[in-house]
């Protein structure tokens, strides 16, 4: 494993253990970007955990979680909501942490601000079909996707 990605993995856990620390409470979200003309869904993969994820991020202090999702579509995946998003969603995220909580939200209006470039944070980014994720997708994000396309009935917990 290459020194840069353990130092970003240390300050990846040391920024949990910090948001631990000063917040009772950490709130996320997560967008599902559905292209219904190729079926496919927006995936980003970061440079500091493992796996294919569905863009989103912490909902900073004084933002509206709507506000945190449009923030993190643009720097993830260079992506704007066209219309506002539909909360589909939320879940207790324990891998996180015991006080964490996701927000999934369903786009299915938006355009593009152009390619994604590889950066810090993002790895990669793009649109995969339905039927052909990446293998690296994680489980959760694959139970998402069923939730929402398969009408499964959303799991409390991530």
Do not use: C
């Not at 559905?34 to 994820?53: C, E, I, P």
Request: zero cysteines; proline letters at 6%; charged letters at 30%.
């Amino acid at each position: 494993m290459s020194r840069k990605l353990l130092w970003s993995r240390a300050l990846h856990r040391l920024m949990h253990v910090w948001f631990l620390l000063s917040r009772p409470m950490t709130l996320g979200v997560r967008a599902v970007v559905y292209d219904a003309d190729r079926d496919a869904v927006l995936l980003v993969r970061h440079t500091y955990v493992s796996g294919f994820h569905l863009p989103g991020g912490g909902v900073e202090p004084g933002e509206t979680m709507e506000d945190a999702l449009e923030r993190e579509l643009r720097e993830e995946g260079r992506v704007v909501p066209e219309e506002r998003p539909k909360l589909v969603s939320i879940h207790l995220n324990r891998q996180a942490s015991r006080r964490d909580h996701v927000a999934v939200y369903l786009v299915t209006r938006f355009r593009s601000l152009g390619p994604v470039t590889a950066n810090r944070e993002i790895a990669e980014a793009g649109f995969y079909p339905l039927d052909a994720l990446p293998p690296e997708t994680t489980a959760g994000t694959r139970r998402r996707l069923a939730e929402i396309f398969d009408r499964q009935e959303p799991a409390a917990t991530w």
